[in-house]
């Protein structure tokens, strides 16, 4: 603001007198539950990452003896990454495609447009529950719907769950069915282009293709990208599906042995701590690395308008 | 800040409509594909239901979802359970829910007040660190967590699946009310001042109050990820008495394998239940909640 009144000086004087007591008694929650739950123990965990540590004996100091069992002597570690990889790489792009579709013909002002929204996003709200694992397994057992359904167009379907090559399948599968969370962050987003963009590209001859690649694209891409970091992030940490379809074993063949699951396996099962924590740490860099490869990315591609 | 974008973008969007109608041909087409598109995505659930009615051998014999018998037993199996009845798991998922819905309404305000009204040196590396904490992925804290709640005692207790919501470690729910309070007119503050308020008074009676839409998208979101959340409740509950129900419900998959399919699909359909009732309530709010702050179910 150029001109500045004095009364209103004043008063922004008076404002900005700290109020350091007030505010600290205000977080006094929130501090305290940052440095018990997020920083302390973050800080312990770096430490327990360099141990061996069962939780009855003292943590042994091994250097970075957990990191190089991860990448050297831990066929099962580097399995947990492969099948996390697929389903992030294949999942993620997979979910905001159709989430993306969906919205952009949702955006066209039908009619029942709000029961189509609730009735998309709803599988998302359930998402990750047992319950619906449990539905899934059920859905892809060898006489499930899936086969059932196969079977009325004459095809014999496999038992998806218990086959090591479709196994995985069946959880992207699960992941897909949730494209109703971006769904409605994409409408939320297309709906904010302005009507007159595309009045101006019609005059000049542009099909519904080019239109959507020239305008609704780079318009959009903001939310893309928010979009795909919020779910690159929440898919590397996906668990209950993996643990409910695979009783907790990451099968058949290791085939749904996500990195989660690898990790409660190792931390809570065989209480190997130590190794536990070194695999959250190595999952934070790795998950870390991935957002940030896509944030360098993000200036190739998403368009912060003027 | 993304969010911050995207809540910009939904006040916008009732006023400035800039919808692009399809023509009458092509609109027939997309009601079509959308009415395929959400068949797909609500048939597992509809078919859910039926088959909780069926016989469990009818359930994979016959894919049409009218049940030729009518099996409403399956319920009754269900309920009562392998060992413990599972009103017993609805009541302690129930019961943590709402100790975590309580603290993470008074401590996420009370952070919330602070950010967005009061001035205080560290302010900016405080807000920035709590943003920070929204990214971290839960494992990184949850070894040293069970450590430290194991110290406690509270392995095998409710403890470590509520209390850390009293101490506003749901960063999301800050974030969400910070906006939320920047949006209130800040003359309702001042005039609150120079009545003589304090900022305890002013956060009691003005801020607060003002505060309920917020407030009810955290009580309908710290309910579901609560109701929802697996990894934590199968780590710290051991006993049965305890259990919530999706450890309820895995429990009964483990004893029963694929062997009662009719009972399993009953308990799953029970389960869904509060959330569903909850969407059908609130479904504006849910759908708004996604939109401005990337909440997801």
Known sequence: MAITYPTIRGERKRRTRYQNGWALAFLAPWLVG???FTAGPMLMSLYLAFTDYDLLSAPKWIGAGNFSRM?????????????????????????LTFALAVAVVLNRGLRGLDFYRSAIYLPSLFGGSVAIAVLWRKVFNGDGLVNQMLALVGIHGPSWISEPHTALGTLIALEVWQFGAPMVIFLAGLRQIPREFYEAAQVDGASRWRQFWSITMPLLS??????????????????APAFIISDGSGGPADSTLFYSLYLYQEGFVNFDMGYAAAMAWMLVLLAGAVVAVNFIFSRYWVHYGD | MATERLAAIRDDADSRPAVRRWAPGRRLLAHFALIVVTLVMLYPLVWMVASSFKPTDEIFSQPGLIPRHLQPSNYAEGWRGVSTAFSIFIENSLLISLFA????????????????????????????????????PTHVT?????????????????????VPHFFAVDAFFVLLMVQF????????????????????????????????????????FTFIWTYNDFFKQLIYLNDVELFTVPLGLRQFLDS??????????????????????????????????????????
């Not at chain 1, 903001?222 to 668990?239: D, E, G």
């Not at chain 2, 401590?107 to 040196?121: E, G, M, P, V």
């Not at chain 2, 001042?190 to 003002?210: H, M, Q, S």
């Not at chain 2, 399919?261 to 709010?285: D, E, K, N, Y």
Request: net charge positive; glycine share 6%.
């Open chain 1, 34 to 36: 940052f440095l018990a």
């Open chain 1, 71 to 95: 990448f050297g002597a831990d066929p099962l570690f580097l399995q947990s990454l492969k099948v996390t990889a697929i389903y992030v790489f294949v999942g993620t792009p997979l979910s």
């Open chain 1, 222 to 239: 903001p939310i893309l990208f928010f979009n795909l970091t919020l779910q690159l992030i929440r898919s590397f940490q996906a668990f």
């Open chain 2, 101 to 136: 819905i309580v603290g993470n309404v008074i401590s996420c305000s009370l952070a919330a007040f602070a950010f967005a009204r009061l001035h205080f040196i560290g302010r900016r590396i405080a807000y920035a660190t709590m943003l920070v904490t929204l990214m971290l």
């Open chain 2, 142 to 162: 949850l070894v040293p967590q069970y450590i430290l709640f194991n110290k406690l005692g509270w392995v095998n207790t409710f403890y470590p699946l509520f």
């Open chain 2, 181 to 220: 309070i920047r949006s209130l007119p800040r003359e309702l503050d001042e005039a609150a001042r120079l009545d003589g308020c304090n900022p305890w008074k002013t956060y009691r009676y003005i801020v607060f109050p003002l505060l309920r839409p917020a407030l009810v998208t955290t009580i309908i």
């Open chain 2, 256 to 297: 029963t394998g694929d062997s009662s399919w009719g009972p399993m699909l009953a308990m799953s359909t029970v389960a869904l239940l509060p959330p569903l009732v909850l969407f059908i309530t609130f479904q504006r709010r849910i759908v708004d909640g996604v939109a401005t702050s990337g909440l997801k179910g």
